[in-house]
């Protein structure tokens, strides 16, 4: 599609896109009601923390086109300094979300500004190194991180309510409070990304996306617009990484290794990139798979990953939700 006609059309919206964000809203909030077994509930978790790094991957890779295979390492970015800022600093939980959002997003613009010059592979393989490189980090920095022998001993969150008190979310004792916090940046997230997506700057990173050149020749600042977005999507993993921390209380660089990030590209592009409902699918369905998978084998697991991402380049490039959308419109009306 012409990039200058990107830009003058935005997305039409239908009576039932602009309500199923509600609907399914509530039907996440019910979950924890049916799912009521701590193995249940911490998957429950462990999906909505995986959504939230997705869908700020898929600003990446779904939305402008950018390949990035260094997520994970923002996430410990944001992990680390949420944990170190309460531990060492005495930082309030709230505050420390917003600081580990906060160092994510410097350190994106720290290796997003001069790389996204670069394109395609080239990016891919500064991320990729990039990743390697903040892994290395978590685990040669012993005094700050304990390196290899982990972080333990993280505090629970806390959260002070006007005229209600102040709560910790004890998730070794529920984990339905920590659920709905979790819960709440999810939908946070998704607003965001729904509402970069209908903006002039969503229409612009689909134009970059289509074809970059040619949307520089109709006026769009594309570096401009690539650093924007890749901070945003490393701040959303920065959020992610606080929320982690503080709900398994301990860290190791082992987490946030280039493994990791293969995971939420595989997830990315099994659901759907750059599809309203992928970075849902993709993270629910994978990682319930992984859970199951890991209690019979770790290794088994990551294979069963790849095996997912070439059946996905193969017969669904846009992924189960793309394919999906695909069939549909093919179907007899």
Known sequence: MNPSAILASPRPRTRIRAWMPAGLTGVAALLPLGLRSVAHQNLLVLIAINIILVASLDLLIGQTGLISLGHAGFWGVGAYTSALLVMRGGLPFPLALLGAAAAAAVAGLFIGYPSLRLRGHYFALVTFVFGII???????????????????????????????????????????????????????????????????????????????????????????????????????????????????????????????????????????????????????????????????????????????????????????????RDLMARWPT
């Open 134 to 324: 903040l892994t290395l980090l978590f685990t040669s920095l012993v005094r700050l991180t304990r390196g290899p022998m982990g972080l333990p001993g993280i505090p629970f969150a806390k959260i002070h309510l006007p005229g209600l008190g102040t709560y910790t979310l004890n998730t070794f004792q529920s984990k339905v409070g920590y659920y709905y916090l979790v819960l709440v940046v999810v939908v946070f997230v998704l607003w965001v990304r729904s509402r970069v997506a209908r903006s002039r700057m969503g229409r612009a990173l689909v134009a970059i996306r289509e074809d970059e050149d040619l949307a520089m020749t109709v006026g769009v600042v594309t570096h401009r617009y690539k650093v924007l977005v890749f901070v945003v999507s490393t701040t959303f993993a920065g959020l992610a990484g606080s929320l982690y921390a503080h709900y398994t209380t301990f860290l190791s660089p082992e987490i946030f290794t280039f493994v990791a990030s293969f995971d939420l590209f595989v997830m990315n592009l099994v659901g759907g990139a750059g599809t309203p409902a992928g970075p849902l699918v993709g993270p629910i369905l994978l990682t319930v798979l992984r859970d199951i998978l890991r209690n019979l084998s770790p290794v088994l697991a990551e294979i069963v990953f790849g095996i997912f991402l070439i059946a996905s380049i193969a017969f669904l490039p846009r992924g189960l939700v793309g394919g999906w």
